[in-house]
């Protein structure tokens, strides 16, 4: 009887469950898309019922699709958008309010009232993070503080807060279970990555008692059982991981200096330090990139929120083209120096700005520019972005030996082309792109055997294509200072606003 591992990858615009043979190859992936909501400005919320009901129906679909019972999976791994904030009554399972995405920028109020030196250091020093909306403790904050007697609830021991990975866990145990694991706790702002726990001073600095929150476990460990009325016979759950470290492991990046980047919807740039918690200069973040027996590997992030999501608003936003796949075909014949920069900063500038209030914009239009020039530059935008992340990286003395590329935008050959060009250096795509799933397949194949060792899984990474430099140093130079004016541009603008109003 043939065995699979299945993957949850549960991503920010899409819930997908891949079923994997035991050597790693796809058998067959379901993806299901769910609304985005935008109650307001710089608000993103999901609804929870959306979130499981995708995942549910999926795994489902995948399963009877392919004629495999719940008896033939060996094991379950999850992986998902991280930082995105859901509360729920412990009783019922009931989310108290809409999951509060990673990208709602509705506390950088908050996080500038409460930021001060002092505070920064602290968080910097205990989570690697930075005081910013983006990490879950001020969504959780805001929750509490917003709903009718979530706070009194809360302190009753009666709420419990998760990521994506511990709601979905809690609700396919049947409310059994509330773990998480390193690499999901260390976005939260709450959890200490050198002492490995949850941080009662930051606990007590955002008002958020401990009970709200789930064990934190190994990346590969016994999470729990899916209930048997969900597929027919309980399936153990053996990984857990957020979706960037599932990446950089499906991506084999174990060794020290090995990078790889992600574009899907925002970029994610992490590069693997070892058993070294390094601190940036430069306003990158430092994480748990997993953490296997008690041992914990960390890594140093970029995290860009715009990449794949640029595509996005120009498909269903502008309705410039129909698939963003169409963006290839459409800009192959335009100059890279067309003069034209599209900064995505749609709600706000990531890493390494950490701008919460900067906005979008296209400049340097001309009466000859046309579609195709703002489909380029948007393409452009996230090669711009990455070199940002790289110059970061570089302030810090670090620069990855290899840099993998993978997520939906990684499929566009101009675009890794224009990726090479712009940072100077190779940039390797794998034959596998999945590799959000193919990481926490492996987790859970290490939990339960079948791999021996991340040794093992190096061996197995495939390359399709390498895309190497062919631009000249002057031109890189001309227009990487031509981006990091019109980021000037961007965050002055902001400024100015700010100083007006
Ligand atoms: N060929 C392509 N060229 C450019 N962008 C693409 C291409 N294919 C997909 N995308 C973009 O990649 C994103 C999807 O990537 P994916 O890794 O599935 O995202 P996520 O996991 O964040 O939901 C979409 O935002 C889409 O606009
Ligand atoms: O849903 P993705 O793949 O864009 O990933 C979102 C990140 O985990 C946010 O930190």
Redesign the pocket.
Same mark, same amino acid.
């Given at each position: 009887m043939s065995k699979y591992i299945l993957s949850i990858?549960q991503?920010?615009?899409?819930s997908?469950a891949i079923l994997f043979t035991k050597d790693a190859k796809v058998v067959d992936t379901v993806q299901q898309t769910f609304p985005q909501h935008f109650p307001n400005n710089g608000w993103v919320e999901h609804d929870p019922n959306d979130i499981l009901q995708t995942v549910l129906s999926t795994c489902k679909t995948v399963l009877a699709n392919n004629q495999v019972t719940a008896e033939q999976v060996i094991a379950i791994g999850i992986t998902n958008?991280r930082e995105t904030t859901l509360v729920w009554n412990k009783k019922t399972g009931q989310p108290i309010y809409n999951a509060i995405v990673w990208q709602d920028r509705r506390t950088s109020e908050y996080c500038e009232q409460i930021r001060s030196d002092k505070l920064s250091k602290k968080i910097s020093d205990k989570t690697g993070l930075l005081l910013d909306p983006y990490f879950s403790a001020t969504k959780i904050r805001w929750i509490l503080d917003n709903v009718t007697d979530a706070q009194q609830q809360a302190l009753a021991g009666e709420l419990a807060f998760g990521t994506v990975d511990s709601y979905l866990l809690w609700h396919l145990t049947a409310g059994k279970v509330h773990r998480t694991d390193a690499t999901n706790a260390s976005r939260t702002l709450l959890f200490n990555i050198h002492q490995q726990c949850w941080d009662e001073e930051l606990l007590t600095q955002f008002n958020i008692p401990h009970s709200m929150l789930p064990e934190v476990m190994d990346s590969a460990a016994e999470f729990g059982s899916t209930s048997s009325e969900i597929f027919g016979a309980p399936i153990k759950i053996c990984a857990m991981a957020g979706?960037q470290q599932a990446a950089l492991i499906g991506q084999a990046c174990f060794k020290e200096g090995m990078a790889k980047s992600?574009?899907?919807?925002?970029c994610f740039l992490m590069l693997n330090t070892g058993d070294k918690a390094l601190t940036s200069n430069n306003r990158l973040l430092t994480t748990v990139a997993y953490r296997l027996n008690g041992r914990v590997t960390y890594a140093i992030e970029g995290s860009i929120f715009m990449?794949?999501? !640029?595509?996005?608003w120009?498909?269903e936003g502008l309705k410039l083209l129909e698939?963003?796949?169409d963006?290839?075909a459409m800009v192959k014949d335009v100059p890279l120096d067309h003069g034209v920069f599209l900064v995505p900063s749609f709600t706000g500038l990531g890493a390494p700005y950490w701008d919460a209030n900067a906005r979008g914009a296209i400049l340097g239009l001309t009466r000859d520019s046309g579609i195709s020039t703002i489909v380029a530059a948007a393409?452009q935008s996230v090669g711009y972005q990455t070199k940002d992340l790289q110059k970061a990286m570089e302030g810090d003395g670090l620069r990855p030996s290899i840099l993998r590329v993978?997520?939906?935008?990684a499929?566009?050959n101009w675009?890794m082309q224009f990726l090479a060009n712009i940072l100077g250096a190779s940039v390797e795509r794998p034959a596998l792109t999945e590799t !959000?799933s193919l990481g926490v397949a492996y987790l859970a194949g290490l939990q339960t055997g079948i791999y021996k060792s991340t040794e093992q899984l190096a061996t197995m990474w495939q390359c399709d294509r390498r895309f190497e430099p062919t631009m000249s140093i002057d031109e890189r130079n001309d227009l990487y200072a031509k981006w990091q004016h019109c980021i000037a541009q961007v965050t002055l603008s902001n400024n100015a606003t700010k100083d007006d109003c």
């Open positions: 990858d991503g920010t615009t899409s997908r958008q979706d992600t574009y899907g919807t925002g990449a794949g999501a !640029t595509m996005q120009i498909v698939h963003a796949g963006s290839e393409l993978d997520g939906g935008m499929k566009n675009a !959000t």
